[in-house]
């Protein structure tokens, strides 16, 4: 048995001592033109699979037909997923496709995969492969309407995608807009149907602004959002900043409020309770405020409901007063925040006036 012993030491210290030689020799080619070889394909793709099919389980699925949700999940993929893997209807983009292992072509791949497997996948992302992790781990609400959008991938023509990210270019807005914003915000700041998106139009220039460079350094968690603003410039944030904030926000009715709801939103807002400290939502989110704020006045109800939710979570991220929302929120538990995101979508918003 000794001798066994010693014979399968010898035998692993011989192996060990080749995978050295080889290993500093360099003689294994990296190359990414040669491909992987089928058994060792099939090895990663089985392990893959079954890894994200284990890690998945469990995983809540919210709904995925709330009215905006596809567009917007259109607009996120066309803007950060669209270069590795191309557009339905249209067939791989040359230069990924000839990575090593080159991104998948989705209609092939998505069929397979169920709504929390897509949703573990575009979160974390895939080793050994080009696929990234979402770019911020605080915002898995961000992931939802990608995921909706993947589900119908397959099924989607050109046309039916073109549909859904074409934005109106026959605006005096500065490139940036129609180029980075508009397919989310929409040209004039109203946004394209989803209540989850923030309205542009009218909102203050210096908040739009330090917003951008809040998300461009990371400091404002958004995985939609770091890498559009990382990549612009302080002029391009600027033209975006100030083209919104010259805009006019217009009521298009997409806001379905419970009466009950707004009302007892009022009553938070006017109570002047130090308990809740909601009080201090008018004297710093009204008209005249100051323009480092943001305006809350007709934005989407459940957008600012969300808002609330990710700074009592400390998801949100943000600078300067930003953080002062913490023990705000905090005060207020799921049903206040809905009342109260309620009573501000409710407003219309006035006018504000921008600097010459």
Known sequence: MQDFIKKLA????????????????????????????????????????RSVAFHSTGTEVP??????????GAGIYQSNCKWCHGSPGSPMPPVPAAMTPAPPYLPDVLRDLDSAEMFYIVKHGIKFTGMPAWPTRQRDDEIWPLVAFLRQFSQMSDSQYRDLVDV???????????????????????????????????????????SLQAFAEGKRHSGVMEPIAARLSKREMSDA??????????????FDLDDESVQAGRRLISQHDDT?????????????NDPSYPVLAGQPAEYLDRQLALFRNRSRGGVGSGNQMHSIADALDEDQSQQIASYFASLRPEPIESDP
Request: aromatic fraction near 4%.
């Open 241 to 254: 900043s100030k083209w919104y904030a010259s805009q006019t926000a217009t009521s298009q009715g997409r």
């Open 276 to 288: 809740l400290k909601v009080a201090a939502c008018s004297k710093c989110h009204g008209q005249d």
């Open 10 to 49: 010898l035998l692993g210290l011989v192996l060990a001592t080749i995978g050295v030689i080889v290993l500093v020799s360099g003689i294994v080619p990296v190359k990414a033109s040669s491909g992987h070889w089928p058994i060792t394909r099939w090895m990663l793709g089985f392990a893959s699979d």
């Open 168 to 210: 109106d270019e026959g605006t005096a807005a500065p490139e940036v807009v129609t180029e980075q914003c508009a397919i989310c915000h929409a040209s004039d700041g109203m946004g394209r149907g989803s209540d989850r998106v923030p309205i542009l139009a009218g909102q203050n220039e210096a908040y739009l602004r330090e």
């Open 63 to 72: 709904s995925l037909d709330e009215p905006g949700m596809l567009t917007l």
